[in-house]
């Protein structure tokens, strides 16, 4: 059996090393509505999947220590002073006040539930009637109601391709080009020596039937035994499909960033797939890339984008500027992979949430890039970074930028979040009017951890969100593994963006819950702030 490996010249570049890649085998069928449906009962052993980190464990705990740091203990830094005068700090609701933002809740409803995994890893994608909703450990099937069709786990739909792996990060797509769905998940054996990319494409519009089921080792040489990956990026366009991925040791020492390309060509017949690896992407500085992720986007392009923020933070965890990658599919040819510097204020990795009580922080992460969004020609994406209100503490708030692909110069950026209280989690969409929605958390000391909302249109004023709204309020603290991202995801003929966020159902246990968002007709943009 061919190992994808065998007799595949390997082609080195500035930016990467390349070569092809062809999977083993066909795919496996399977039935969504035929999978037995498993709700676990009684005590659980929860199974944490673990952030992989492009520092060592040490060093995070530094990183993130100094960035609770006062500016009042230290001469203000630049980029403290900036995050002062050119953050925008955000007048939130706790009621949903959709006459003040010009935002409008048409429909909101319980997502999964906890599983056995934690973090959730809110994941969502749209089709013309259906909802996909993923998390690790399940995904589920909804109607535009709220009305659950499905729900299954993960470890049923890919039960044929190995024994007893764990499943984790998954990512979900509407196909518009094909008109179906597809799920991509890591996966590795329990003794660490194999890994794979799982990956399940719909026989047709109806998540709740046919299935292709495929596994592809995740190595992109065959001497690299023992590599596992995380933080697994997944899009589709006209040309092909896009898997990106942080490889890591078994010792969980980041190795190297991944992207796989698979052309279409036997996708829906669920024949062998094909398609190109490239692996040790790097920066333009030569540093190791980390965090790519491929752009989302409503329309065809003439290439997929994918995003990066730079890694190599220095001791206070500061960088500077973002990595804009495009890939050319060509017959007969390898792609063409390009990358540019985008160059950004600095930012630095965000401090975690610490209230008096231990037991009720927050893991905020670190600076990576949510999945980038492209549409009207322009690309939008959000981290997670920290900020300075004027108070004796830091926070983190969310930086969102909007940039020119085709020139390679940002737009649009901004700082947002409010003080007292930490702002984190993002994800965002836009909508076929080219309106930006973007979803995160929210918490502070009095107030336990809770979904927001905010948003802008192309007049509203430069580097500006409106006022957020409150979507759901955790009842407790927030206890336990958080995840990075919440999700957000629109459909090409759709006005809706539809949204998804975690929060804290009982001191043990998280849920999700689910919004469809829009503008209010010919809703003014917001009087400048006072």
């Not at 449906?37 to 052993?45: H, I, M, N, P, T």
């Not at 001497?223 to 969980?252: E, Q, V």
């Not at 390309?261 to 062998?272: A, E, I, Y």
């Not at 969004?373 to 300075?388: C, K, S």
Request: proline fraction near 8%.
């Amino acid at each position: 059996m061919s190992n994808g490996f065998d007799r595949q010249e390997i082609l080195v570049t500035p930016e990467a090393k390349c070569r092809r890649f062809s999977g083993a085998t066909r795919a496996r069928s399977v039935n969504a509505s035929r999978l037995m449906a498993r709700r676990q009962v009684g005590l659980k052993q929860i199974r944490q999947i673990p952030l992989g980190l492009s520092e060592n464990s040490a060093e995070w705990m530094r990183i993130k220590e100094r960035a609770i740091s006062s500016p009042t203990s230290q001469e203000p830094t630049s980029e403290d002073k900036r995050g002062l005068e050119a953050g925008q700090q955000d007048r939130h609701h706790f009621e949903r006040r959709s006459l003040v933002s010009g935002l409008r809740l048409r429909a909101d409803f319980a997502g999964l539930d906890d599983t056995s995994f934690a973090p959730p890893d809110c994941q969502l994608a749209i089709g013309p009637a259906h909802l996909l909703a993923a998390v690790n450990g399940a995904w589920a099937v909804f109607d535009k109601s709220g009305r659950q069709l499905l729900r299954r786990t993960f470890e049923d739909l890919f039960e044929n391709l190995a024994v007893h792996p764990l499943l984790y990060r998954p990512r979900v797509v509407y196909d518009a080009h094909r008109r179906g769905w597809l799920i991509g998940i890591c996966a590795v054996s329990l003794d660490l020596k194999h890994s794979w990319f799982f990956l399940a494409a719909s026989a047709g519009p109806d998540p709740t039937g046919d299935w292709w089921i495929w596994a592809l080792d995740a190595r992109s040489d065959a001497s690299m035994g023992g590599f596992r990956p995380d933080a697994l990026g997944l899009a589709a366009d006209a040309a092909g499909i896009y898997l990106t991925a942080n490889m890591f040791t078994a010792h969980g020492e980041f190795a190297y960033a991944q992207l796989r390309v698979l052309t279409r060509k036997d996708l829906g017949s669920g024949g062998v797939l094909h398609g190109w690896d490239f692996w040790q992407i790097r920066n333009p500085d030569g540093t190791p890339a980390f965090g790519l992720q491929p752009a989302f986007h409503l329309r065809s392009t003439d290439g997929q984008y994918l995003l990066n923020a730079m890694t190599g933070a220095a001791g206070d965890g500061e960088m500077q500027g973002l990595v804009l990658w495009q890939v050319v599919l060509r017959a007969r040819q390898a792609p063409e992979l390009a990358r540019k510097l985008i160059t950004t204020p600095p930012y630095r990795v965000p401090p975690n949430f610490l209230p008096s009580k231990p037991s009720e922080g927050i893991e905020t992460g670190d600076a990576r890039l949510c999945q980038p969004v492209y549409g009207h020609g322009r690309l939008w994406v959000a981290q997670t970074v920290r900020a300075n209100w004027g108070e004796n503490r830091n926070r983190a708030a969310i930086q969102w930028f909007e940039i020119n692909p085709k020139t390679g110069f940002g737009i649009q950026c901004g700082t947002y979040g409010a003080p007292g209280y930490h702002y984190f989690c993002p994800a965002l969409a836009i909508d076929p009017a080219g309106d930006l929605i973007m979803v995160f958390n929210r918490a502070s000391e009095k107030d336990p951890p809770s979904i927001a909302y905010t948003g802008r249109r192309p007049e509203d004023r430069p580097n500006q969100l409106r006022e957020s709204i409150e979507l759901l309020q955790s009842s407790v603290p927030g206890s336990g593994p958080w995840s990075l991202h919440s999700a957000a995801c629109g459909a090409p003929d759709e006005p809706l963006v539809w949204i998804m966020g975690q929060y804290a159902a009982t001191e043990s246990d998280w849920a999700t819950w689910i919004g469809g968002i829009d503008f209010l007709p010919e809703s003014a943009p917001p009087a400048p702030p006072l």
